[in-house]
C-alpha cells in the first residue's frame, strides 16, 4: 500500500463547474499537507499549504485537511480552462523536509 | 516568492556519456535542495537530499556513485548523471528548501529533460 493515494483521473469538467480533488494518506506521523500544480513539462508550482487539520482558503481554492480521517481535499470553484492540470498533494512530517507525493490527478476544465 | 531555476531544460546525449544539471535559487539561500526524478504520467520521486557543505543523502534504490550531487554554495546544486543509459531518460526536478510566509516549505525549478539514446 501506498503512503498517499490519489486517484489518476483523468477528470474533465466544464467551465465554471467546481472541482473536488482528494488525497488519502497512512502515516499519522504526517504534520503539513500541500497541494502543487504541474503543468506539462514543467515543474509543480506550490498552491495551497496547510499545518494539521481545518480549511484554508485563497481565491478560489480551498484547501482541507481532516487528519483524524487521514483525508484532504482541494476544491476549486469557478474553474476555468487555465485550471487544466495535473494537480499533485504531498505531504511531510516536518516542514521543508521530505515530501511525499501522490500521484497526482489530472483535470480538463472544458469550455 | 522563492524562485528556483534549472539549466539545462533539456539535453539529448548519447549513452556512455556523462550529464550535469544545475539548480539554482534566484533570489534567495537554500541550504537544502532536494532531487526529484518523473518518468511519465508518475508522481515524483525523491532521489536526493542535497545539503550545502556535506555530502548528499540518497534514497533507498538510488545509486550515489551513479547520480553525483554537489551543492558547493548556498545557491547551486548541480546533479551529474554518470555514464548515462537509456533507461535514465526521465525528467529531473529540484526543488529547494525556502522560508515563505513563516512557512517551511520546498519551491520547485521547471525540471530538466533528459533523453539518453
Known amino acids: 500500500q501506498k503512503e498517499v493515494e490519489q486517484d489518476p483521473g483523468p477528470l474533465s469538467v466544464p467551465e465554471g463547474a467546481i472541482v473536488s480533488l482528494n488525497c488519502t494518506y497512512s502515516n499519522s506521523a504526517f504534520q503539513y499537507f500541500m497541494w502543487y500544480r504541474q503543468y506539462s513539462r514543467k515543474g509543480p508550482e506550490l498552491l495551497m499549504y496547510t499545518y494539521s487539520s481545518g480549511n484554508k482558503e485563497d481565491g478560489r481554492f480551498t484547501a482541507q485537511v481532516d487528519k483524524s480521517s487521514k483525508y484532504i481535499s482541494l476544491f476549486i470553484r469557478d474553474s476555468q480552462p487555465s485550471d487544466s492540470a495535473t494537480y499533485l498533494c504531498a505531504m511531510s512530517a516536518g516542514g521543508g523536509n521530505k515530501l511525499t507525493f501522490g500521484t497526482g490527478t489530472q483535470l480538463k476544465v472544458e469550455l | 516568492g522563492a524562485v528556483v531555476s534549472q539549466h539545462p531544460s533539456w539535453v539529448i546525449c548519447k549513452s556512455g556519456t556523462s550529464v550535469k544539471i544545475e539548480c539554482r535559487s534566484l533570489d534567495f539561500q537554500a541550504t537544502t535542495m532536494f532531487w526529484y526524478r518523473q518518468f511519465p504520467k508518475q508522481s515524483l520521486m525523491l532521489m536526493a537530499t542535497s545539503n550545502e557543505g556535506s555530502k548528499a543523502t540518497y534514497e533507498q534504490g538510488v545509486e550515489k556513485d551513479k547520480f553525483l550531487i554537489n551543492h558547493a554554495s548556498l545557491t547551486l546544486s548541480t546533479l551529474t548523471v554518470t555514464s548515462a543509459h537509456p533507461e535514465d531518460s526521465s525528467f529531473y526536478i529540484c526543488?529547494?528548501?525556502?522560508?515563505?510566509?513563516?512557512?517551511?516549505?520546498?519551491?520547485f525549478g521547471p525540471g530538466t529533460r533528459l533523453l539518453v539514446l
Open positions: 526543488s529547494a528548501r525556502a522560508l515563505s510566509q513563516g512557512q517551511e516549505t520546498q519551491y
